[in-house]
């Protein structure tokens, strides 16, 4: 009888057991596919204006940035998170590097947004056991602030209020010599 009783029980323990093994290959399953997935970025890609991108254009840091951000967009979080460790060296590489025809506090601040996010989505994809969400989560606010360093930088070259008038007062005058100049005629 004890062995009866005895085998019950292994069998029990056994059958426990293969439950859980099958309800963790089924969560493993569901972090292989969160992994496969490829990001969605809602959040347009802003375009530098023509001034801010002929220095951007000289800056190799930012270039290498740019690309990694642009790499992003086609991405698996898988991609993203074997990838994580040099996103985060080239974002503190952009960051340690602004030319001085750029600095200002807004794009020093943006900098620092943009490294803190690479470091954090380096710090996520290192883990034990990563996150696929944390990961998505953080590429994304990833590109949304690089877009903002590129306001930023927009910001930079734009006229003031005072240039705006001082420039309709120009075309103003410009356009009064023309009609003289037609009168005259």
Known sequence: MNKFIFLIAVFILISCK?????????????DTTA?????????PDYILEPEAREYALKWIEYI????????????TVNEIKN????????????KNSVPDSLKSTAVEARLNVVNTKAQL???YSGRQDPDAEDIAKTSQELHLE????????????LKS?????EELEQF??????????????
């Open 18 to 30: 293969t439950d859980k093994d099958a309800d963790n290959m089924a969560e493993n399953k569901i």
């Open 35 to 43: 992994f496969q997935k490829q990001l969605d970025f809602e959040n």
């Open 64 to 75: 290498t940035a740019q690309n990694e951000i642009k790499n992003l967009e086609n991405a």
């Open 83 to 94: 990838n994580a460790g040099s996103i985060a060296q080239i974002m503190e590489s952009l």
């Open 121 to 123: 989505l380096k710090q």
């Open 146 to 157: 690089f877009n903002n360093l590129k306001l930023q930088m927009n910001e930079i070259f």
């Open 161 to 165: 209020l005072e240039d705006f008038e």
């Open 172 to 185: 103003e005058e410009l356009e009064n010599e023309q009609k003289q100049d037609s009168i005259s005629d």
